[in-house]
């Protein structure tokens, strides 16, 4: 089992940015994949960002590419979102999931989640 804990949401002016991280605890953090996700209501959880278990391989959603950076903190159990010239249309409540084998784009792939951040981006 792991349990994984957001932080670092809130509300920020179009083009600022945010820091989102995500506190593991548990099982050993270093052996699983990391993603973030993000849901507003009434659409679909969707894919953010994704990095591997030694933080060597990232993966991001195009519509974030350029603009946000995935990391992870092995000694310190911790992943992070980096979020920069934020848009309105990131407002969002962010989840970060951990896969126990490599970092997919669909959130069945992910065996535990967060009960996320809310981030709000006003223009």
């Known amino acids: 089992q792991v349990q994984l804990v957001e932080s670092g949401g809130g509300l920020v002016q179009a083009g600022g940015s945010l820091r989102l991280s995500c506190a593991a605890s548990?099982?050993?953090?270093?052996?699983?994949?990391m993603g973030w996700f993000r849901q507003v209501p009434g659409k679909e959880r969707e894919f953010v960002a994704g990095?591997?278990?030694?933080?060597?391989?990232?993966e991001y959603a195009d519509s974030v590419k350029g603009r946000f950076t995935i990391s992870r903190d092995n000694a310190k159990n911790t992943l992070n979102l980096q979020m920069n010239t934020l848009k309105p249309e990131d407002t969002a409540v962010y989840y970060c999931a951990a896969d126990r084998t490599y970092y997919g784009t669909s959130t069945y792939e992910y065996d535990y989640w967060g009960q996320g951040t809310q981030v709000t981006v006003s223009s």
């Open positions: 990095i591997s278990r030694d933080g060597g391989s990232t």
């Open positions: 548990g099982r050993t953090f270093s052996n699983y994949a």
